[in-house]
């Protein structure tokens, strides 16, 4: 999962590019080892928003304690640090979100979609 590879045989690439670049993060529609389709069904990755959105709080979360652990009090004057904190954190993590979300959902919460060793060392016949 953490290489961004096909769930069903491991090989294809999920995305074209890497997870920090200057180009846009695009996704493969098909894997391009073995032909499966990423998207099952159209709006199908709506709900890798909600993993989304639970991994941001988890990082917010996480982010906040480490900010208060290393030395900077909870205090109404320092507010607009922790806010500026969060921000940047936001900011810097959301292509790892982005990615990540949809491998979680293609990996852990899809019924149906696991890893099939015989698709492993067969090239992909196109879809027509």
Known sequence: MTHSKC????EGN????ATYGFKVQKMNERCPHCDLKFEREPGYFYVAMFVSYA???AEM??????????????????????VGILLIGVFLFSPFNYRYSRMVLLYWLSPGLNYDPSKVNKPAVPAK
């Open 7 to 10: 769930p069903r045989c491991r």
């Open 14 to 17: 999920v995305f074209t590019g």
């Open 55 to 57: 991994m941001n709080v």
């Open 61 to 82: 979360i996480s982010m906040s304690v480490a900010a208060y652990v290393l030395g900077l009090p909870l205090t109404y004057e320092n507010l607009w640090y922790y």
